[in-house]
Structures are given as C-alpha cells and as structure tokens.
C-alpha cells in the first residue's frame, strides 16, 4: 500500500525525523487557506499523486510570494499529470501540499527496503541525490552504497559510519545523521513498511538534514495490525478493479492485454502470462484465485474480468491440488450462466477430481473449449483472440 508525500511526512515528525512544514489542500477552495499556513519566504506547490518524477511533468513549482502559489496550485489542481512512472494515460491531481522551501546545500539520496537476498533490512545512499538513481546505477554504481541492518543488533555505529563516509557527512551533520538512520529504521520496523525513499535528503545552508520529498510503501500482509495506516489509503490513487478484486480476497493485476486469466497458484499464473505472450497474445490481468476458491469466488473473478472492455478471451487454468477441479467447474458453469459470457472461453483442468470437473463442463451445455495441457490452451485462446 502506498501513501502521499505528505502523509508519510506527517508520520515521520511523529518519529522525530526532520521534515519541511507544510499544509495539504484536498479542494481548490482549499488552497488559498493551506497557502497561509506557510510562512514562506518561498513556498514549494507539490502535486500529491502515487507516482514519482512529478516535476519533471509539472507537478512541483516553486515560487517566492503567496500570490504565485496560489495562482500555481489553481493550475495543478484537477490537472492530468504525466511522469516517467504513470505512463501516458498521467494521474488526475485531487490533492495539493503547500510547504516552506528550504535553503539548499547539498542534495542526498537515501532509502530503506527489504533485501530479500540477504531476509535484511538494508539502506541504499547515494551523494547524488535530487536525480534519477535508476540513472545513477546505469552510469555511476559506484556511486551508491547499500548497507545491511543485523536484524538481531539493528542500527550500529559501524552502519552509520559507513553510511555518513558514503555521503561525506562530518562534523555535526553525523549526529544528526546517526539520529535520522536509527529513527527511519525504527520507523520502517513498526510500521511494517516494505519501502521508504528520501530523494532528495538534503543538508541545508544552516547545516541541518531535513527528508525533502518521502516515499513510503507498507507490507500489504501486515496492515492488520496497523489500522492508523489503513486509514490513509487514497482509492482514488488504485486500479478499480483492484480494489473490487480485494473485497474477494483475489489477487488482480490489471494489465493491457486482450486475454484474460483466472488462474491459481502465482507462479502458474506467471507462466500463464508468460506463454500467452510466447503464441503472440497479450494478457489482459493477474488473477490467482488461490488454493480453495468457492464457487461465489470463481464467479466474483469472471465478472471482474469481464467488467475490463479490453477482454477478448479468457483462459482458465486451474492445477487442482488443494482446489478440487469439480469445484472449480461448478463455478465456471455457474458464473457462466449467470454473466452470460460472450467472448471465447479455454480452460485448462488437471489434479485432484480433474475427470469429475471435466464431465461438469461437457456436460453444461455451454460453448467451453477444453485443453489438455497449458501449451495447448495458450495456442487455442491466442487463435481465438
């Protein structure tokens, strides 16, 4: 799950790490009143969308009087923002955070994640911040250095050491600095965060570190134990069939395809992607529908598949291990039925009371095109398609 900038700020002060002031506007009516919450000399209007790169499509603007900012928040607000990461379609702007500007010296770059490699926590550091690092690693990967958490001693002088030598931090700049490491790490622990990324950290003018951007994703598994956090999920920001696929306890993706598929188990449905694309075709989701879909689950996924206009086919391949084939069918038949399915349909059934499953469909008398095996079903709904 991810959350705006300014949210991931407001929980960063919470945890004593320095952060610019600022004021959130969710309405355009809002703007003139978060515009004098900040003092300014310079105020810094930022688009909030769940993407990065925004100044890059017009989404950070920075100006040196109240008027500006709120004649530049006027235009953001509603604005279709494209950047790097949102791909062409852009993401409608609904909210804007007004903050002071700040006295810049020197921009650093610096996030934390899981290193699944390692089952660590590890903080990535670069001195060249306020830039692309995908484009650092390309050109300059000797520019950056990763450092390790123990999980059984956390954050040690040793780890901050070799994080201030990477940035060149000396002086009082590294007890701030060893201050900001061991509360990001506190931070990304309770909070089960799975990402957190400051681009750009910044040493300022007065020799201060202060987090001037915050990126910040939770472990989706976790947020049972964290319904502060689930309290900031911004829908409008998801896919809406994501969002109708987790009322289901389905795990969709939703992709630019013309072929969709319900399959269970991911890595099968990684394949299934896959070998669709191997025959020329192009899949239309991710769906795993899990290892004991109901009949109501099966059906709840056809009709999130068919509610994309862009399916011209579905695949269906089911490996019947803790999931009865039988089952599995019944609710194919059944949602079949009920939502009228009119594009073609192949479905690939093999495990457990696979012959019971297959005699359900042939015997439903609806126009179903069984496969033998995952090749084969991929070469028919290609065909098809």
């Given at each position: 799950m991810n959350i705006h900038e300014y949210q991931a700020k407001e929980?960063?002060?919470?945890?004593?790490?320095?952060?610019?002031?600022?004021?959130?506007?969710?309405?355009?009516?809002?703007?003139?009143m978060a515009v004098s919450k900040v003092s300014g000399p310079t105020w810094?209007?930022?688009?909030q969308i769940h993407a990065g790169g925004r100044g890059k499509g017009g989404g950070v603007k920075v100006v040196s009087s109240t008027a500006d900012a709120v004649v530049e928040a006027k235009k953001?607000?509603?604005?279709?923002?494209v950047t790097p990461q949102t791909g062409p379609e852009g993401k409608l702007v609904q909210r804007l955070y007004i903050e002071n500007g700040s006295d810049i010296k020197k921009e650093l770059y610096l996030s934390?994640?899981?290193?699944?490699?390692?089952?660590?926590?590890?903080?990535?550091?670069?001195?060249?911040?306020?830039?692309?690092?995908?484009?650092?690693?390309?050109?300059?990967?000797?520019?950056?250095?990763?450092?390790?958490?123990?999980?059984?001693?956390?954050?040690?002088a040793d780890n901050v050491t070799k994080i201030a030598d990477s940035l060149n931090l000396t002086g009082s700049l590294l007890s701030e600095l060893d201050?900001?490491?061991k509360n990001l790490y506190k931070f990304f622990?309770?909070?089960?965060?799975?990402?957190?990324?400051?681009?750009?950290?910044i040493i300022t003018e007065t020799e201060k570190l202060i987090c001037l951007d915050a990126k910040v994703n939770f472990d989706d598994n976790a947020l049972y134990r964290h319904p502060e956090i689930m309290e900031l999920r911004d829908p409008n920001e998801e896919d809406e069939y994501e969002i109708e696929a987790a009322k289901y306890d389905l795990a969709y993706i939703k992709l630019d395809g013309s072929i969709g598929c319900m399959v269970n188990g991911a890595g099968l449905a990684m394949a299934s992607l896959d070998i669709i694309k191997l025959?020329?075709?192009?899949?239309?989701?991710f769906l795993d529908v899990g290892g004991g879909a109901s009949k109501e689950k099966v059906t709840s996924a056809f009709k999130i598949i068919l509610s994309d206009p862009g399916v011209k086919g579905i695949l269906v391949n089911i490996f019947g291990g803790i999931m009865r084939c039988d089952i599995i069918a019944s609710g194919i038949v059944a949602a079949a039925k009920e939502l009228q399915i009119n594009v073609p349909l192949?479905?690939?059934?093999?495990?457990?009371?696979?012959?019971?499953?297959?005699?359900?469909?042939?015997?439903?008398?609806?126009?179903?095109?069984?496969?033998?095996?995952l090749d084969d079903a991929a070469k028919k709904i290609v065909e098809l398609v």
């Open positions: 929980l960063f002060s919470t945890y004593n790490i320095p952060v610019s002031t600022g004021a959130v506007a969710f309405t355009k009516d809002e703007i003139e810094v209007v930022k688009a953001m607000f509603g604005m279709n923002l934390c994640l899981v290193d699944r490699a390692t089952s660590k926590v590890a903080f990535i550091v670069s001195k060249m911040g306020g830039m692309d690092i995908e484009k650092v690693a390309e050109e300059t990967p000797h520019e950056i250095t990763t450092v390790f958490i123990e999980p059984s001693d956390g954050v040690t201050s900001l490491i622990i309770e909070k089960d965060a799975s990402l957190l990324e400051i681009n750009p950290l025959y020329g075709g192009e899949p239309a989701n192949v479905v690939r059934l093999e495990g457990t009371n696979v012959e019971e499953g297959k005699n359900i469909l042939n015997n439903s008398g609806i126009d179903i095109i069984s496969a033998t095996d």
